[in-house]
């Protein structure tokens, strides 16, 4: 949606104008097009939090209900329509909304699935600010399936959240201490960080945003790795996909008599500093895997989320589908495969 609302509005789109009747003509006319082509669907997002590099709304994300359908119509019943709803990941980076306006969101989707009779898609999770936020989803998933409407929830098979490490965003990002030594190559920066006084310094220091004041994804971001670093996991090999709580940071440190903080630094900048601990944001509010299974157990949840790369530096997800077959049928340990 977003590129087809650039190439058909210029920056009108940029600016989140309303789309005129001829804009929609228009997109309409290219979906058309491209589904006679060989498309195999159509895909828009309504997620706040996706934003550019600038911080700006990705076009399409308050786009009108009139201008999805027309573009759901133009797509016709044999594509698959796949949507990021907003309120998907609760209040993690930006104010959560009710559950009402969650369902609210869903309706959207009914409307879909039974003006163009097509399959309808989109991702759930489970989510810190309401975990039942993911079954009552899935439940109006259902009861829409059940009068004929083919609406899937997808969810990932694991638990996601952000990858943290000192070549991508991480507790100590903004600290003045640490962003004096940030250009520095990652072998030297960690022999640089492990310095007594630097080391005391960074781990004192208030966050100083600098260029990313104007950004307040990478600012929610920053504040969320630092409010759950405890809850956080260690990345050693092998992996453990499933780790207990007394495995999570907050527990390591406790047990050597560390801050959360001063253990995640002390584990960045051992070695050469390319160590990792990851903040499993979703689907993993209780530390284990039981509501993904609650989820999968339901014949129209799909695996999904397979992120490949869009999130670059947070999240490595491409491995779902192989983790599905193997982790839900073989590996899992804590619970029924």
């Not at 929830?153 to 996601?160: K, L, N």
């Not at 962003?179 to 190559?185: A, F, H, K, Q, T």
């Amino acid at each position: 949606h977003a590129p087809l609302r650039v190439f058909v509005m210029g920056e009108r789109a940029f600016r989140d104008e309303a789309a005129t009747p001829g804009d929609v003509a228009e997109m309409s006319r290219l979906v058309r097009e491209a589904m006679d082509a060989g498309a195999v669907g159509f895909s828009t997002g309504r997620f706040i939090e996706h934003r550019s590099i600038k911080g700006a709304i990705v076009p399409g994300t308050y786009a009108s209900e009139e201008e999805v359908l027309a573009l759901a119509q133009a797509m016709g019943p044999k594509g698959v329509f796949q949507i990021i709803l907003r309120g998907g990941i609760g209040s993690l980076l930006m104010p959560s909304i009710t559950r009402d306006e969650r369902l609210l969101e869903h309706r959207l989707l009914e409307k879909v699935a039974a003006e163009t009779g097509c399959s309808v898609t989109y991702g759930i999770a489970d989510f810190p600010s309401d975990p039942e936020d993911i079954y009552m989803m899935a439940d109006a998933s259902a009861a829409a399936l059940d009068k004929g409407l083919r609406i899937y929830p997808q969810t990932s098979p694991r638990g996601a959240g952000q990858i943290n490490n000192l070549e991508g965003y991480h507790a100590f990002y903004m600290r003045p201490g640490y962003r004096e030594v940030r250009d520095l190559p990652l072998k030297e920066r960690a022999a640089a960080m492990r310095d007594p006084e630097r080391r005391a310094r960074i781990l004192s220091e208030a966050d100083e945003p600098g260029e990313y004041a104007v950004d307040p994804m990478v600012m929610g971001l920053i504040r969320y790795i630092q409010s759950d670093i405890a809850n956080s996991y260690i990345l050693n090999s092998p992996l453990d996909y499933e780790p207990s709580l007394d495995r999570s940071v907050g527990k390591l440190a406790a047990a050597v008599g560390k801050t959360s903080e001063e253990y995640v630094y002390d584990h960045y900048t051992q070695g050469d500093g390319g160590d990792f601990n990851v903040s499993l944001a979703l689907n993993y509010v209780h530390h284990d895997l039981d509501a993904v299974e609650r989820l999968l157990r339901q014949d129209h949840v799909v695996t999904g989320l397979g992120d490949g790369g869009a999130h670059m530096k947070l999240i490595c997800d491409a491995a779902n589908p192989t983790f599905q077959l193997a982790f839900w049928s073989r590996d899992r340990t804590r619970g029924p495969l």
